[in-house]
T-cell receptor
Framework: AQSVSQHNHHVILSEAASLELGCNYS??????LFWYVQYPGQHLQLLLK??????LVKGIKGFEAEFIKSKFSFNLRKPSVQWSDTAEYFC????????????FGSGTRLQVQP | EAGVAQSPRYKIIEKRQSVAFWCNPI?????LYWYQQILGQGPKLLIQ????????DSQLPKDRFSAERLKGVDSTLKIQPAKLEDSAVYLC??????????FGSGTRLTVV
């Protein structure tokens, strides 16, 4: 069975600081990788996804993530955060074949202080 | 395209009562998922449908939870009887392929 680990449960940053959220997964086969964001009171929204090709993936709102296969990692980055980035961030993985349901990490709550 | 519709948005019930949630996926999306998101945790898959057939219900507490997807479109998730630990947000999602999943706004259930 696959699993996803997010190392940071709660991150507090000042505006304009750089962000990196860690995500590691455990699954030996081919995977699809996702980062979702959940703003307070809103539904999950897709930030970016990786299926194949360039391991550096750019998403919406200036976010990017890098897939490092040897480390089973898919870390999320943003060079300069804004107050509006305050939200919960979830890393998720699905198997490339067979069952395609998403397995989520426990989430990282990001708080950006003005 | 319209999003995944869920209702109700909120529900408060007493323990041992029953409750049902409804989901209408995006038109044409064959796969439908129900997730449970407990406060402070990531969503956990409860059940996955492909059209009206169950693909995976290994994490569904079948002694109290049931779900159906008649005609391969709308789906209903039921809890009977509810326990305090069932308090969570119940999310419905649909997909056409692994390329994209669309989530509904969820139903927030509070069991008192």
């Amino acid at each position: 069975a696959q699993s996803v680990s997010q190392h940071n449960h709660h991150v507090i940053l000042s505006e304009a600081a750089s962000l990196e959220l860690g995500c590691n997964y455990s699954y030996g086969g081919t995977v699809n990788l996702f980062w979702y964001v959940q703003y307070p009171g809103q539904h999950l929204q897709l930030l970016l996804k990786y299926f194949s090709g360039d391991p550096l993936v750019k998403g919406i709102k200036g976010f990017e993530a890098e897939f490092i296969k040897s480390k089973f990692s898919f870390n999320l980055r943003k060079p300069s955060v804004q107050w509006s980035d305050t939200a919960e961030y979830f890393c998720a993985v699905s198997q490339d074949t067979g069952r395609r349901a998403l397995t989520f990490g426990s989430g990282t709550r990001l708080q950006v202080q003005p | 395209e319209a999003g995944v519709a869920q209702s109700p948005r909120y529900k408060i019930i007493e323990k041992r009562q029953s409750v049902a949630f409804w989901c209408n996926p995006i038109s044409g999306h064959a796969t439908l998922y129900w997730y449970q998101q407990i406060l402070g945790q990531g969503p956990k898959l409860l059940i996955q449908f492909q059209n009206n057939g169950v693909v995976d219900d290994s994490q569904l507490p079948k002694d109290r939870f049931s779900a159906e997807r008649l005609k391969g479109v709308d789906s209903t998730l039921k809890i009977q009887p509810a326990k305090l630990e069932d308090s969570a947000v119940y999310l419905c999602a649909s997909s056409r392929s692994s390329a994209g999943y669309t989530f509904g706004s969820g139903t927030r259930l509070t069991v008192v």
